[in-house]
């Protein structure tokens, strides 16, 4: 059983930054494909970024260039830097962890980012 909290999330203006963290309980943390999804009210939840045990990422179209994610395989932590922010990315941020040997998938509880105009 893997379990991933965040932490980072709270309201910030349009045009700020926010950092969150997901840090993970799993054992081999290294081998997990980790991603970021959000869900804002009234919508599904979407894909926002993922990073690979090789460290290849992936991006939504509309946070590419905006939002960085990374991951610290030492410190069992995943991260999404997010800069320019803006209304739309309001929404709660879901940290997710998938094993690439029994193909388990395992969300965070979620936290929420909010952007002001």
């Known amino acids: 059983q893997v379990q991933l909290v965040e932490s980072g999330g709270g309201l910030v203006q349009a045009g700020g930054s926010l950092r969150l963290s997901c840090r993970a309980s799993?054992?081999?943390?290294?081998?997990?494909?980790m991603g970021w999804y959000r869900q804002a009210p009234g919508n599904q939840r979407e894909l926002v970024a993922t990073i690979t045990s090789g460290g290849f990422t992936n991006y939504v179209d509309s946070v590419r260039g905006r939002f960085t994610i990374s991951r610290d395989n030492a410190k069992n932590t995943m991260y999404l830097q997010m800069n320019s922010l803006k209304p739309e990315d309001t929404a709660v941020y879901y940290c997710?962890?998938?094993?690439?040997?029994?193909?388990?998938?395992?969300w965070g509880q979620g936290i929420q980012v909010t952007v002001s105009s």
């Open positions: 997710k962890a998938q094993s690439p040997v029994t193909g388990g998938i395992y």
């Open positions: 799993a054992t081999h943390f290294s081998i997990y494909t």
